[in-house]
């Protein structure tokens, strides 16, 4: 960081105290939904946030981040504690950065079309890896997220299947911002039953493993259907000023 950083105490004190209290809520919800709370991984969303503020979450055992720009995530990284923390992508990638981001995370959750998968196969070929990506689902099909369409899920995975050094190892989404906790349930819903019809179709080279959904806001409801990645930022950083 270049800027002039002071640290903020307080902020600090409310990480600490929020990251308890997500963990402990993510866990109630895996329990209330009747599924094991272990089963459910918790994921610190980094974006916009310093890493000192990152460092107290690691410190107090958080073991997933996932930040959203390759640009932000490399100027960062040297100040994390990263020993033992699973580093995911979860933002849009163009498919220009993808060089710069592969073999640096352990998973690409933002797989969101053919293209931009064929350049992570190329980019990991060179580089004599395979990569863990989840295929971005866009659920509600808004123009202004990208994301694959349910129609084009199947046909796009097993093309993706065909490719080397890239394995698909389930689905993420971000729904629509819904009025209340019900309608965002039902994207969610929606998406553990194509997680399971694609499970079902057996697609060479692709495990549905993983379904990243919930984030601060609707966690519990992803929970509830079957989520096992939840991406919280704000319930533990604080509200973003930009993004
Ligand atoms: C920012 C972001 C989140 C976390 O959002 P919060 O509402 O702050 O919890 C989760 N997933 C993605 C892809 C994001 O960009």
């Given at each position: 960081m270049t800027e002039k950083f002071l640290l903020d105490e307080s902020r600090l004190k409310s990480v600490e105290e929020n990251y308890k209290r997500v963990l402990n809520s993510v866990r109630e919800s895996a329990v209330k939904a009747?599924?094991?709370?272990?089963d459910v991984r918790l994921m610190c969303?980094?974006?916009?946030?310093?890493p000192v503020y990152i460092n107290k979450a690691l410190e107090l055992g958080a073991d997933l981040i996932g930040e959203n720009r390759v640009q932000e995530y490399l100027g960062k990284?040297?100040?994390?504690?990263?020993?033992g923390v699973e580093r995911h992508l979860i933002g849009h990638l163009q498919t220009n950065k993808v060089r710069q981001i592969v073999g640096e995370v352990?998973?690409?959750?933002?797989?969101?079309s053919l293209k931009l998968a064929k350049e992570i196969s190329k980019v990991s070929v060179a580089k004599g890896i395979v990569t863990n990506c989840l295929a971005e689902v866009n659920i509600g099909k808004e123009e202004s997220k990208s994301g694959i369409f349910i129609e084009a899920l199947e046909d796009t995975l097993c093309e993706i299947s065909e490719l080397d050094g890239i394995r698909i190892r389930g689905l993420m989404t971000i729904p629509p911002i819904c009025g209340d906790e019900d309608e965002a349930r039902r994207y969610f819903a929606q998406m553990r039953q194509y997680f399971i019809d694609i499970k079902d179709k057996?697609?060479?080279?692709?495990?549905?493993?993983i379904l990243s959904m919930g984030m601060s806001g609707d966690f519990e409801a992803a929970v509830a259907e079957g989520s096992n990645i939840v991406r919280v930022g704000s319930a533990i950083f604080g509200e973003r000023k930009y993004f």
């Open positions: 009747g599924r094991d709370e272990k969303v980094t974006k916009t946030v310093e990284r040297d100040e994390l504690n990263l020993n352990d998973m690409i959750e933002s797989v969101s057996k697609i060479h080279n692709v495990n549905m493993e």
